[in-house]
């Protein structure tokens, strides 16, 4: 890109991010509920801007400059092509995927596409966020259209050019042809031109079929990859403002506790240590809770100040939770009659007295921590009236409105830089340590940036939640699974609702218990006080577990092979309730079964100690079949051979990186299901560093196989999917291998380790 151009087009682009008001959009242009915009660059060249906001809502706004584009593309004179990724980029490959689903549909050359990241400016972009594996679905049809529209726009300026139909006119790698009289042109050469065409309807255009795909489908590495091993400073524990000094703050290590005294003035004497203060904080885990904040002129002289930190707590309100408690509870629990019931379908009862074989199961699995790499950081600045924050965060949006309320500033007030995290996993959801940033900027009266040690992250984290499924399920003569009892045993804050992640209050299960004529879901809650959160596959990453490893059982038990089993479930093809595309496909489910059986070779002659095991989830859209192969030697040691993925996501974007993201969801779920585990004792947690909480190393990661039916149905992500299906598939295969039933995760718990 030239200096010109790239001048033109970082103008542009912080004027996007920055100022949406600096580029006068009229009314008009909205096309309906999605339309386009186009803007002409000083110095040439095409810009167009994608519009989710409502016509009738800009007209009623009354001011023609105030309209807040989507996504955008900008095309120089030189043919460099700009996107602006707005969602957060936390590893998952959302900033390559997104201008790889754009470039497609303008049958632009990868090479010269450009990508930038957005800071959060809700105005312009909507809902900016990390979560769900909700970023693909969720601009699928924005991005395509939004390419499509481009590549309209640049043909028609070469049928202009040439005077032909447009219909006779290719476009390839960033190129027009016309091949009747072998003239091309590059899409730089026609910008300035397309730029002064009107805009055609965005339901006008043309999208590519699954087969036209170029590019996407295709091996592309990370638009960011060469800058993360050189070391440039993307993360936001990179960030240094000018002026910056360090922070770090402690909290009760039982939420709920204040504080009732501390050594401040020891604390303020030590070397580097600039300010030593206690924060109220207005007891909102989510906000900002009560601490001592220690500010100095580096990380090192603030952590080595901490370990001189002497805190006396008033923990009169702090949490008592006991999760050796809550494990004697739920024993009892399950043996009572469930506190609500959340769905009746058939007779249960009556089925499970008919049943020829009933099996009845308590299945229990643990608290865990996110433990990202990256530790929560947060670089936060009040300046000329407003401020300045630098985070990495799954949801920056929310982010800024909750530190704009807590310190009575308009949101336009607080600038977000979105900074690229070192992992998630759903804890960068939380937006806390935005809130406690800002606290102790104010205070400190200057540019600082807080940083969690992996203590603080560990012993504060939003936990995924621990809970228990008491099972009990009956087979018919014929071998069917005809009734199904589950009853949830899980956790509430406030008295009402399960606690976040958990899922305890919803009745639907991902596994297709609309297939069982007999089914009964209930539910009983006991108190928490520990704050929890989303944590990969939420609610998929436990109850996958409990029932495909019941699933699995109940097959033993019919003396059926447990890949038939799971067929005979799914039954005849059809969507389940609502008949979206959305919803599972019993057809698309069998499907990926049948692969995952196939690629592992099920049902093959293994040696003693070996076994196979299979499992089936639809996990965030997508449906996902494993099959584990593991031995087993006689001190329980389990080895994972190699795990088969068998996946239809819709149409792959990336395909390196959706491997990658099932390959890393593989190891994640290995080492979960292995031996990880938060208790908490007296409301405190009690693993607060890898030394006592391990994750699963490099020898525990097998083989993984992955194999996609590209289907035509609407893409979902692939970082959660694939997690969910690995522990009751392992589970299973552990079974296959000794006859030892696990119901227990992390299975360390029933003496086996990986």
């Not at 739920?330 to 007295?353: E, F």
Request: glycine share 10%; with cysteine.
């Amino acid at each position: 890109m030239n200096a010109v151009n790239r001048l033109e087009s970082d103008a542009f682009i912080r004027a996007l991010m920055n100022d949406v008001q600096a580029i006068p959009v009229p009314v008009d242009f909205a096309l309906g509920r999605r339309g386009f915009l186009k803007f002409s660059v000083a110095a040439g060249g095409l810009a167009l801007a994608f519009s989710l906001v409502p016509k009738s809502a800009l007209a009623a706004d009354g001011a023609t400059n105030n309209f807040a584009p989507n996504a955008y593309v900008h095309i120089g004179t030189d043919g460099e092509i700009t996107l602006v990724n707005k969602n957060p980029e936390i590893g998952q490959g959302i900033k390559t995927a997104f201008a790889m689903i754009l470039a497609e549909e303008m049958d632009a050359d990868w090479s010269k596409v450009h990508v930038e990241q957005a800071n959060i400016n809700t105005k312009a972009f909507g809902a900016q966020r990390a979560g769900g594996s909700r970023s693909i679905p969720n601009n699928w049809d924005l991005l395509r259209q939004s390419g499509a529209v481009a590549r309209a726009m640049l043909v028609s300026a070469a049928a202009q050019q040439w005077n032909v139909p447009a219909t006779e006119i290719t476009t390839a790698n960033s190129v027009a042809s016309h091949s009747a009289s072998g003239r091309k042109v590059t899409y730089g050469e026609l910008a300035s031109a397309a730029a002064a065409l009107p805009v055609p309807d965005a339901k006008s255009v043309t999208l590519k079929k699954r087969a036209d795909y170029k590019l996407l489908g295709t091996r592309q590495t990370g638009v960011d990859n060469v800058k993360v091993v050189t070391g440039e400073p993307l993360f936001g524990i990179d960030q240094t403002p000018k002026g910056l000094l360090y922070a770090n703050y402690t909290k009760c290590p039982a939420v709920g506790g204040k504080v009732s005294k501390a050594n401040l003035e020891d604390i303020k004497k030590m070397p580097g240590i600039k300010d030593a203060f206690v924060l109220e904080g207005n007891g909102k885990p989510t906000e900002l809770m009560p601490g001592v904040a220690i500010v100095g002129a580096s990380t090192w002289a603030v952590l080595a100040a901490k370990k001189k930190l002497q805190i006396e707590w008033d923990e009169s309100s702090a949490s008592k939770d006991s999760w050796s408690s809550f494990v004697k509870q739920a024993a009892v629990i399950a043996k009572q009659t469930p506190q609500q019931m959340l769905k009746a379908t058939g007779d249960t009862k009556a089925a499970l007295a008919s049943a020829a074989k009933t099996s009845e199961a308590l299945y229990t699995f643990s608290f865990v921590s996110h433990s990202p790499l990256e530790p929560m950081n947060c670089t936060a600045w009040f300046h000329d009236g407003g401020l300045e924050i630098w985070v990495p965060t799954q949801s920056g949006d929310s982010g800024q409105v909750s530190v704009a309320g807590m310190f009575n500033l308009p949101v336009e007030k607080v600038t977000v830089h979105q900074a690229r995290a070192g992992g998630g996993f759903g804890r960068r959801l939380m937006t806390e340590y935005m809130n406690e940033a800002a606290a102790i900027a104010q205070k400190a009266n200057a540019p600082i940036k807080l940083q969690y040690t992996r203590e603080d992250d560990m012993t504060h984290d939003f936990l995924r939640v621990g809970g228990f499924y008491n099972f009990k399920a009956g087979v018919d003569k014929a071998g069917k699974l005809s009734a199904w009892q589950q009853h949830t045993i899980s956790f509430t804050a406030d008295g009402k609702n399960g606690v976040a992640g958990g899922g305890g209050g919803n009745p639907v299960a991902d596994v297709p218990l609309d297939l069982i004529p007999n089914v009964d879901l209930s539910l009983t809650m006991m108190p928490l006080a520990t704050p929890c959160g989303p944590w990969r596959a939420p609610r998929s990453n436990t109850i996958a577990f409990c029932q495909g490893s019941f699933i699995d059982e109940m097959a033993h038990l019919a003396g059926r092979d447990p890949k038939d089993f799971w067929l005979d479930i799914m039954g005849e093809a059809r969507w389940l309730e609502p008949k979206t595309e959305r919803e599972l496909n019993t057809g698309r489910a069998a499907a990926v079964i049948k692969l995952a059986a196939e690629k592992a070779g099920w049902g093959r002659k293994l040696p003693k100690g070996s076994g196979l095991g299979i499992s089936f989830f639809f996990s965030h859209q997508g449906h996902i079949a494993q099959v584990a192969e593991v031995s087993v030697d006689a001190k329980k040691k389990v080895t994972i051979k190699k795990v088969w993925i068998a996946a239809d996501i819709g149409p792959v974007v990336n395909l390196s990186g959706t491997e990658n993201q099932m390959q890393g969801a593989v190891l994640d779920a290995i080492s979960t299901m292995s031996g990880l585990e938060i208790t908490m004792e007296n409301g405190r947690i009690q693993q607060d560093n890898f030394g006592s909480y391990r994750p699963a190393r490099m020898p525990s990661m097998p083989p993984v196989e992955v194999t996609y039916i590209q289907s035509d149905f609407p893409p979902t992500g692939s970082g959660e999917p694939g997690f969910s299906p690995l522990a009751p598939a392992v589970a299973n295969a552990i079974f296959a291998a000794t006859g030892h039933r696990i119901r227990t995760m992390p299975i360390i718990k029933e003496g086996f380790t990986i």
